[in-house]
Structure formats: C-alpha cells, structure tokens
C-alpha cells in the first residue's frame, strides 16, 4: 500500500494543481505529504501524553486541529495522486479489476470493524445512559418515599410537625447530608395562622412558602428533577431532586429536597460508575427566560470515547411546565463493565466453551464468505472483461454505419442493461432516420397543400366603386382550412362567403377546392345566400367523411339597394359598424356537410336569412374562429365582445386601416403565445359614393 501510495502521488507538487513535480520525486517531499506527516506525528505524541496525564486546554484545541489537518492533508495525497494518475493508472482493464480484488479484500473487513465498532458504541451509550437513569429514578423514589412517611407522619401529629419533620431528618442526615424538608400550608386563608415548617439547611435554595397553583387536586403529588440557581450565584444553574407529598388530613404538602450536588454524584459514580457531567437547562425549566449550559459540581477528566448524553425531565416549579435536560454523562468502560459484571453470576466453565465455540463458528464464516467473494469475483471479471470486448466490436459497426448490428450479453446486471441500452440506441437512431424520411415525405405533402391552399384563395380584390375591401389570411404552422373569396353578381353587387373547413393538412386543402368550384357555378345562378347555402350542403353531403364539415357565411352586397343579405352555416358571427356601434349578426344556420340520418332536412329547417340595411360609413366583417378564438399564456380568448369593440372604436379608418388595427390589437393580446389557428378576415366598408348611386 505504502508503494501503491507513492506511485499515485509521486506526481504532485507543493500546490494541488500546480506544475509536475519531477519523476523522481516522492510524495514526503510534497506540501500535502509533509503536512500529512507532521500532522500525524503531532497526533500520536498527543495521544500518547493523554494516556498518562491530562491535557491543557490548549493542547486539547490543538490536537483537535491536527486531527482535523490529518484528515484533510491525507485526502489531498490521496485525491491529488489519483487525480493525477487516474487514467494511466485504471486504463487498463486488468489493473481496474487487481483494484476491485483489493477492495474485495479490504471493503468486507473494514465494514465488519466499522460495524462492530458503531454497535460497540450505541450498545455503550445506551447501558450508560440506562444505567444512569435507573440510578436517578432510584434516587427520586428515596426521597419520594422519605416525604410520604414524613407526611403520614404529620398527618397523624400536626401539632408536633416540627419535631417530626426535625426526626426525620436526624435520621436521614448522614445518608443524605445535602437533604432538605419542608411542610407547606395547602390554605391560603391568613386567618388560619398556619406557618411553614422546615428542617435541613435549604443552603441550595429558600424553602417555598406556598403551593403552586399547577399542583391542585386531584394531584397533590410530586416526583422529578426541578433546576435552581443558588441565592449567592443567581448565573449557575443546578439541579435539585424534589418530592411533595399531601399530609392525610389534607392540610399540608410536605416537600423534600435534595441537591445533585457533589455528594450525590459520588454516590452516583459509586454506585453505577457513571459521573455526572456539563448540563444544559432548556428555557422556561427553572425560571430561565432562554436555553443555558452548566458545569458539573465536579471536575471531569478529558478522556476519549468514554462520554454520552442523557435526557431526563425537568419541571419548572412555578408554572408546572416540563422540558428536557441535557446532561453528559462520563462513564469509563472498563469501570462500567467491571460494575455490571460484579452484579452478575460467574459464568460456569461450559458458558465460556460456548462463547467461545460460537467465536470460532464466526471465524469459519468469515473465511467462507472471503472464499466466496474471490470465487464470485473472479467470475464477474470475467464477465467484465467479455463484455468489453462485445461493446467494443458493436462500437466499430456502428461507427461503420451498421445500425442493425447487435450485441449478445445474456447477463442480467449493469453490463447486460449496458447492452440493451447498446441495443436500443441502435435501433432508435435507424428508426429516426426512418421518421426523418417519413418527417421529410410529410413537410413535401403540407408544402404542397399549402401550395394549393394559396391557389384557391382570391389573386386580387375586386374593384367596385362605393366599396372598400381588405383582407387577410395568416396560416398558422400547419395547413389549415380557412378560406374566403368574392364573387361579382352584378355590376354593383357582390358576394362575399368565408369558410372553415374541419380538419388541416391536404385533406382540407382538397374539400377547399371542391367548396370554390361548388361556389363558382351556384353564386350567379344563385341570388339568395339561404337557397345558396342549401344548395351547396345538398351537394357536398355525399363527398365529406363522416369526421369532416364546413362552416361558412355567405353574404351578398347589393349597394344599388343599400342592402347585405347574408346566411350563417354554423360560422363564427358576422360584425357591422354603423354610426360608431357594433352589432354582431348570428343568424340561425347549422354546419355544412354532416352525414346524420335527416341532417339535410334539419339543415332547411334551421337556417336563416337576415337582411341589413347600409349606410356610408358602414363596416361590414366576416371572419373565422382564428381571430377571436386567439389564446394568450394563461389561456384566456379574444372574444367576439373584444373584437367588436375594437372596430366600433375606429370608424374613421378605411378597411385596410380597420384590418391593421384588429390584426395588432389580436397579436397583442396574444403576446408570445403559438398561434393554434389560422386567422382570416375580410373588412368591407361602405363609402359614400354607394349611398348616393342608390339615391
């Protein structure tokens, strides 16, 4: 190891990433190697000296720091000399697995110390502290038991209270010399004279002179740890064991007292060989207003691995509230051991056989279990080492453009899914390269459809005086099935229809054109916009899927009569803008083209023809869903109540100013949302030369 050691850190230099050191260098000569080594030096001499003699304060600090260097100089060794040497060292294969061998050496026996050494500890922590609490407990119910027979005593003869309270603590003085009694008056009322009884030195604290008000009936009982601060040191916290019992007759609460002070923790090392050490008082316990720490009455020594901590209840006196003190607790294991084991009955000659026996029959399974672990990895490397070797070989295919080779790894582990990853790569890249031939076939096929869907719509806009017309048809990504066109019926008289057929891409495109050729035979034979749209359902039921339809509104502009005659199939409403006010148009009317039982019949029965009245100045819209079916970030539509609102605000605009403006308020509201939709508008306005040609 020391060799493996230098050779991975002969490379590194007196900073972690600084040049190369020389090739003949060793790694004591290094910054983090001599850091290593006189921080380590520095750590045994320190242990060393604490076995035979305590530690100044200052050296404990410092040994602590040199630990901390320890630590941190031997990974910097460590990190830099793998770092440095990581892949000349591990590029080969075989050198990987002689390291994974050391591991299954190493990793099995460090792993049963660690483990050993975690269970040694818990189990000490927890005998510590059990013992310890058991002791308190014992110590609490003394003196419990010492205030109930001095209240049955009191009981029995209140009038000589203070001789049988002074009694008992003669008898109990030389078992408990800091041991302190009181009987408390449980009336409140003057008029009853009743005074405090005491007897002990109360030297930790002055004796109560009331019962807290927590401490009622039904319960007149008390048993637990309380802290104090003592008269002369208001700052020092200490603990004090309190019991309080009722007297018989119901008139007096004895209260005993005794202080964990010096005497009482020898008692307690005597007795469990466990000391009693720093405590930490929580706020509220004992009057305090925050959380504090405190020393041991009694001076510890600094020896490793030999502390716990302890949590027992703490009740502050005055308000009855409860929280849990801390204390640590120093416990040598070898005293501790030898006290357990002095209660317990020696072990007979065929106990120490067995326990022995069962050490052996440990060692044997640790034998068997490193035996396997060779056996087990000397097969894996070669498992190892295959499947290298079949990722490489599959590697050069496809690196020669052979995406159906495959490569055959019937293990079920890392490498296996290894494979199958190999595998799965393989065959979704020749999949994508199928999708980007099929990707590519479909943007031809909605280039196309786009194409044809630009053919159908109107070249120019038909010029008739007393008429201005604008338009617009912005696609969305995908081909769409928006469409609108004019037809001139007159010389002054046009037909205006805008359509959406359901559905995108060719299919749509393709009914588009089956709607114009429809529209182109039947608008000059055809005046009336209800007969016309009849007419057109009639025909186009038996060439539409069942999945498709139309919707569509037609209207027909006659400015010699100062009319629009117009029908709805099912289409988005129409707006006109007269003297400032939008009104928005819905004539009855269903879609065009459904295949249902009686759908033509019903289509007759709904539809509806509505005349309006023109006057100059008037504006006429027709658009598709598109416009006002607009979505923001939120979700949230345009709506045909914004879209109306827009054109009213605008009447002296001309149509093409109307379409910028509605095209802008849209794309606003919208923001940097996709646009789902295609968005088509037509804007007719009425001039004045229409009003007076029909006057």
């Known amino acids: 190891m020391r060799r493996l050691l230098e050779r991975l850190t002969q490379r590194t230099t007196d900073a972690s990433r600084g040049p190369e050191a020389p090739p003949g260098i060793s790694w004591r000569q290094t910054l983090a190697g001599r850091l290593f080594l006189l921080s380590g030096a520095l750590v045994l001499i320190l242990f060393v000296w604490q076995r035979f003699s305590p530690l100044p304060e200052f050296l404990v600090l410092l040994r602590k720091v040199a630990t901390i260097a320890l630590v941190g100089a031997g990974a910097w060794v460590v990190g830099v000399g793998i770092a440095r040497n990581r892949r000349a060292f591990l590029w080969r294969v075989r050198r990987k697995l002689i390291l994974s061998y050391v591991f299954l050496g190493v990793v099995p026996v460090v792993l049963v110390l660690v483990f050993a050494l975690a269970g040694g500890v818990v189990l000490y922590n927890n005998v510590t502290t059990y013992v310890f609490k058991e002791a308190m407990s014992d110590l609490a119910d003394d003196i419990y038991q010492v205030a109930e027979t001095s209240a049955i005593e009191l009981g029995r003869a209140p009038a000589t209270s203070d001789a049988a309270l002074l009694r008992k603590y003669q008898n109990l003085a030389a078992q408990y010399p800091g041991l302190s009694m009181a009987a408390v008056p449980l009336s409140r009322d003057p008029r009853t004279h009743a005074q405090v009884v005491t007897s002990g030195a109360w030297r930790h604290m002055p004796a109560p002179t009331d019962v807290p008000d927590w401490l009622s009936e039904p319960r007149r009982s008390f048993k637990g740890l309380i802290a104090f601060a003592p008269p002369d040191a208001a700052d020092d916290m200490h603990l004090v064991v309190r019991a309080a019992v009722q007297t018989p007759d119901g008139k007096s609460l004895v209260i005993a007292d005794l202080p964990v002070d010096t005497d009482v923790i020898t008692r307690l090392d005597e007795r469990t060989a466990t000391r009693l050490g720093a405590i930490s008082v929580p706020k509220g316990c004992g009057g305090l207003d925050t959380s504090a720490s405190f020393a041991s009455p009694v001076t510890q020594q600094q020896v490793p691995f030999r502390k716990t901590v302890s949590f027992m209840d703490c009740t502050d006196w005055t308000t009855g509230k409860t929280g849990s003190v801390s204390m640590s607790i120093t416990a040598p294991l070898r005293q501790l051991y ?174 588009m054109a089956e709607l114009k050729g429809l529209m182109l035979a039947l608008s000059h034979s055809e005046r009336s916009p209800r007969k016309l749209l009849i007419d057109v359902n009639r025909r186009l039921v038996g060439h539409l899927d069942n999945r498709s339809f139309i919707t569509m509104t037609y209207a027909v502009i006659d400015l010699d009569a100062g009319t629009m005659t117009c029908a709805r199939a099912g289409h988005t409403p129409l707006v006109v803008v007269s003297d400032g006010k939008s009104e928005v148009l819905t004539p009855d009317g269903m879609v065009l083209g459904l295949r249902l ?99």
């Open 338 to 511: 030898g006290r357990i084991a002095s209660e317990q009955i020696d072990l007979p000659l065929g106990g120490w056989n067995s326990f022995l026996a069962v050490l052996v029959l440990l060692g044997m399974l640790f034998l068997v279990v490193q035996g396997a672990a060779l056996v087990v990895g000397g097969a894996l490397a070669k498992t190892i080492t295959s499947a290298v070797h079949e990722l490489f070989v599959g590697t050069e295919r496809v690196q020669q453009g052979d995406f159906t080779h495959r490569i055959n790894i019937e293990s079920r582990d890392q490498l296996g899914d290894l494979a199958d990853s190999f595998n799965r790569m393989s065959a979704s890249i020749e999949h994508l390269l199928h999708v980007q031939r099929e990707k590519q076939r479909l943007d031809d096929e909605l280039r196309i459809a786009r194409e044809i869907q630009k053919s159908l719509l109107p070249v120019q806009l038909p010029q008739i005086p007393g008429l201005d017309i604008a338009d617009l048809c912005e696609p969305a990504r995908e081909v769409g099935g928006d469409y609108y066109d004019f037809f001139e019926i007159g010389p002054r008289q046009l037909g205006v229809m805008i359509a959406d057929v359901s559905g995108k891409g060719t299919s749509a495109a393709l009914y």
């Open 597 to 695: 039982p009686g759908a033509d019949h019903r289509f007759e029965e709904i539809l509806q023809e509505h005349v309006q009245p023109l006057r100059a100045g008037d504006v006429i819209v027709l658009y598709t869903d598109g416009i006002t079916e607009a979505m923001d970030a939120t979700g949230e539509l345009f709506g045909d109540a914004a879209l109306a609102r827009v054109l009213s605000s605008h009447p002296g605009l001309d149509a093409a100013g109307i379409r910028e403006r509605v095209l802008r308020e849209v794309k606003a509201f919208v923001g940097d949302a996709e646009p789902h939709d295609d968005m088509t508008m037509v804007v007719l306005k009425i001039e004045a030369e229409a009003r007076s040609a029909a006057a």
